[in-house]
Every structure is written in C-alpha cells, then in structure tokens.
C-alpha cells in the first residue's frame, strides 16, 4: 500500500473509532477501481466522479473485482493525506461517506502530479461471492433446524427460481405444494413465510435451487434463490 494511500486509510480507522463506526478493511479491488479514476483525475485536472466515457462508480469497482450491496466514493486533491482528509471531514457528504457505519472496505488510491495529490477512496458494504452451489449450501444450512430434509437433486428447485409464479412439474413422482422465491445479498436468514410453512410440520421434503439474480443495478451481488416443500 503506498504511503500517502496507509496515511489516509489510518486517518479514516482513527476518525471512524471516535465516532463508534465500525473499523474499515483494505479491499485491494477497490483500491485498483480507484487508482484507475485517479489517474483519470490527474489527467483531467478538475475533480469528477464520473468522465466522460468513463464507467459509473459501481462498474468500476465491479470490473475491479469487487463484490458489495453498497458502495460510495470521496474524491479530493489536496497538498497532503491530512490536509485531504480534513477536506473530507468538513464537507457534510463526504463525511457522511467516510463515516457510514453501514459500509466495512475501503480501497484508496492517490496520485501526485503537478505539485498535488489526487485521491480517491471508494467505501462498500462488502458480499461474500457466492457460486451456485454455496448458495444452495447456505440456505440448506438454514432449513437444517427444522428437520425437514433437503432433496439431493436441485434441478426442480433451480427451474422454479428462474420462473416469477407457479410450481415446475417433477420428473421424480414428488410434486412440490410450496414454493418461495426471494433474492437477498447477504443470505443471513429464512423469510418469515418460509419459516412458518417450515414450523407447520406439514412437509416431508425440501428442494433448493438458486439462479442469477434479477433487476441488480449494475455491479452490486445479489442472490436468488427458491425453495420448493413437498
């Protein structure tokens, strides 16, 4: 991590414990997103968000690599990493962002150029990335609790996510009389209809099945998942 980049991200850590938020990761993904739109800035002179021609913030911490359900960006040029920082802290929005509590990574970029140092950081509540089949592992571990077993094959639950209403017929004999599609970024719990479909005893089985996620402005994770009961 280059100096001037450690300085600023020390400063946020000292900032952010003072004022009970949560301390920041490095997120070397969004630190690449910002060195690029740094070097733009550079090159431009005044500072933007956005160029022309440019991707917007969530594209290009995406094709960065990173994965998250929120993102934002401070942007400054400035003589130094404190006088920069203190930019920060005195302007309402930019503070605001350094001092979210709702987001945990950070990536900072700075570059110096004529006289000046150029910054970036760019602030996201990180996503765990998930394949198809740590999803389906994830909710499984949910439903675990209530005894109902889990169907070894995925493929009519994966053909309901895909699918906005009714229930895929079964090739195997069994046919599902539940199903619940959702889509989460964080997977931490069962919707509330689900558990109580599941707290009813009424079901001998579960399939579970997940697929892309839908209407995901640009970048951000997301996933989708369906649990069909029989």
Not at 62 to 67: E, N, P, V, Y
Not at 82 to 95: A, L, V, Y
Not at 142 to 150: I, Q, Y
Request: proline fraction near 6%.
């Amino acid at each position: 991590m280059p100096a001037e980049s450690e300085q600023l991200f020390a400063l946020a850590n000292n900032s952010r414990a003072q004022s009970g938020a949560g301390q920041l990761q490095w997120d070397p993904a969004l630190a690449a997103a910002a060195r690029q739109h740094c070097l733009r800035m550079a090159a431009e002179g005044p500072i933007s968000h956005r160029y022309g021609g440019e991707p917007d913030l969530a594209n290009r911490a995406g094709q960065a690599g990173a994965h998250f359900n929120l993102i934002e960006e401070n942007v400054a040029v400035g003589s130094s990493p404190s006088e920069i920082h203190n930019e920060w802290m005195h302007s309402p929005g930019h503070r605001s962002n350094l001092l979210n509590p709702e987001v945990n990574r950070v990536g900072i970029a700075v570059v110096a150029i004529r006289g000046v140092l150029y910054a970036a950081a760019d602030y996201s509540r990180n996503v765990v990335a998930l394949s198809r089949a740590q999803v389906e592992a994830r909710v499984a571990q949910m439903l675990r609790p209530s005894g109902v077993p889990v169907l070894a094959d995925p493929s009519q639950a994966r053909a309901a996510c895909v699918t906005d209403q009714g229930i895929p017929s079964s090739r195997s004999g069994l046919q599902a009389h539940f199903v619940m599609r959702w889509q989460d970024s964080e997977l931490a719990q069962l919707p509330e209809a689900l558990q109580e479909k599941l707290a009813s005893r009424r079901y001998r089985y579960a399939s579970i099945g997940s697929c892309p996620a839908r209407g995901v402005e640009g970048t951000f994770t997301a996933y989708r998942v369906a649990v069909l009961l029989f």
